[in-house]
């Protein structure tokens, strides 16, 4: 059974693209190619101060995903999200 999730995850602004990019790829590899299920949404939201500083960043950059997936994938998901304390300052998955 799938159900439509947005994720919402902060990354440093200094993070380097090849970074982002290996993040980003774990995440798309996970849902797409290792579930097979279809990212509807992948993109950059913004660029912004933080209201509180996180592992001494004052600003991040916000990305958005949306997905129709299983519960299965999406706690892979957050696995991936949570291991990667370096990368990404805070997440937060919504089931819609």
């Known amino acids: 059974m799938t159900s439509l999730y947005e994720v919402l995850f902060i ?3 200094t993070i380097s693209e090849e970074d982002f990019s ?3 790829n774990k995440i798309k590899e996970t849902i797409e190619k290792k579930y097979s299920f279809e990212i509807t949404k992948f993109e950059k939201w913004a660029d912004r101060k933080l ?5 001494d960043n004052e600003n991040g950059t ?3 995903l949306e ?3 299983s519960s299965e994938a999406i ?3 957050e696995g991936i999200l949570s291991f990667e304390k370096s ?7 919504d089931k819609l």
């Open 11 to 13: 990354v440093p602004t």
């Open 67 to 69: 997905t129709n997936c």
């Open 22 to 24: 290996e993040l980003s």
């Open 51 to 55: 209201a509180y500083s996180i592992n």
């Open 87 to 93: 990368k990404v300052l805070r997440f937060l998955i």
């Open 62 to 64: 916000y990305h958005i």
């Open 75 to 77: 706690k892979e998901v």
